[in-house]
């Protein structure tokens, strides 16, 4: 494998990485580069646990050990359990410095009252920005920033069809010099590394996750209560999801709460409860997307365990809209 490095170009005769021993050529290649290029400096790396960022960490974590630092910001906007995830692998099995920060008070008062879609995304942008500059600023002697590009958010960016954060996009005010060392790589080759450095599946296949994660499946001004409607909701699709073997045929399945009551029964009493939208798609490159086609009573038992198990709703709907007209997430 020949990697160029300087020109963010990927070579034209670069194997994909398709296999365990392509895998293991390339982790034993970039160790050797990263050591190179970070000699005995420190490393700072935020950490979302998403499959990029937790792939560099390993990456690095192998390189380096601990002259990496790890920056877990929790916002609140988070999947249940994956707080305690990125702790578990990363903190208790992998042995890194981890640094933790509770934002999630921070994130939501900031958040409280604001339903405009495009002001909610700066806002969580803007604010953890802060939140990681504060921490890199407690921190002593790092030099180095790692960052979970990937190929395509370079081609994006390129192109124009998005200013993606990893491209070009440093805090202002922090003079790191960039590592990204999965950078030359496609999404699929980036999980077969990750399964190679030993990341567990739920991590190395995890689906796309927005960035301003619930928050934008929380419509319109985000509180406590339906925040959490999201998250439960979402736990129990995942789980139903994998339990029938689904989550390796649907692209990206989620919930969503819309911020309106409507009536309902329980316990032969009336309720006034929000509904929990289920979103099912498949799609090849996200810019087109179909509904996917789920089983009828798997639908059912979906709405009978998200009415029974989720305070404060009363009604599932289920969203079988293609993109266009709609986009897949909700704002
Ligand atoms: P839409 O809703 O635009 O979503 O059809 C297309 C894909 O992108 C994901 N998505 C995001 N990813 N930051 C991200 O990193 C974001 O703000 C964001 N918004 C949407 C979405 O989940 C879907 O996979």
Redesign the pocket.
Known sequence: MNYDYLTNVRPENMERITTPALADAFIEEQVAALRAQIGSGKVLLALSGGVDSSVVAALLIKAVGDQLTCVHVNHGLLRKGEPEQVIEVFRNQMKANLVYVDAVDRFLDKLAGVADPEEK?HIIGAEFIRVFEEEAKKLEGISFLGQGTIYPDILESKVGVKAHHNVGGLPEGLNFELVEPVKLLYKDEVRVVGKALGLPDSMVYRQ?????GLG?RCVGAITRDRLEAVRESDAILREEFAKHGLDEKVW?YFTVVPDFKTTGIKDGKRTYDWPVVIRAINTVD?VT?QPAELNFAFVQKLVARITAEVPHVNRVLWDVTP?PSA???WE
């Open positions: 995304r796309p996750f927005p960035g301003p934008v990206q996200a997307a993109k986009t897949i997430e």
